[in-house]
C-alpha cells in the first residue's frame, strides 16, 4: 500500500508537480487517473511534467479524484 504523502503546496512547487505529488499521495498512478478523468495517461503525464495548467472543465473532476479543494490543486 501507498504510504500517504503531506498534500500541502510547497513555494518552489510547480504547478506540474503538484498534481503528480496529490496523485501518488492518494495512492492511484497516472493510467488510475486518467481512466477516472476520462484522458489518456499520456495526457496526465504531460500535465505533470508541464507547467500548464490542464483544461479548465478538467479541474473539478481532477479535483474530485484527488480528494482536495480547488485551492490546493491550483
Known amino acids: ?3 500517504k504523502q503531506t498534500t500541502s503546496k ?4 510547480t504547478f506540474g508537480e503538484r498534481p503528480a505529488r496529490l496523485r501518488m499521495a492518494a ?3 497516472q493510467r488510475d487517473l486518467a481512466r477516472m478523468l476520462g484522458i489518456s495517461q499520456r495526457r496526465v503525464a504531460y ?3 508541464q507547467e500548464e495548467h490542464p483544461f479548465t472543465k478538467l479541474i473539478p473532476a481532477l479535483v474530485d ?3 482536495v479543494s480547488a485551492d490546493e490543486l491550483l
Request: no cysteine; net charge negative.
Open 1 to 3: 500500500m501507498p504510504r
Open 10 to 13: 510547497t513555494s518552489d512547487e
Open 27 to 29: 495512492g492511484f498512478t
Open 47 to 49: 500535465y505533470e511534467l
Open 65 to 67: 479524484a484527488l480528494g
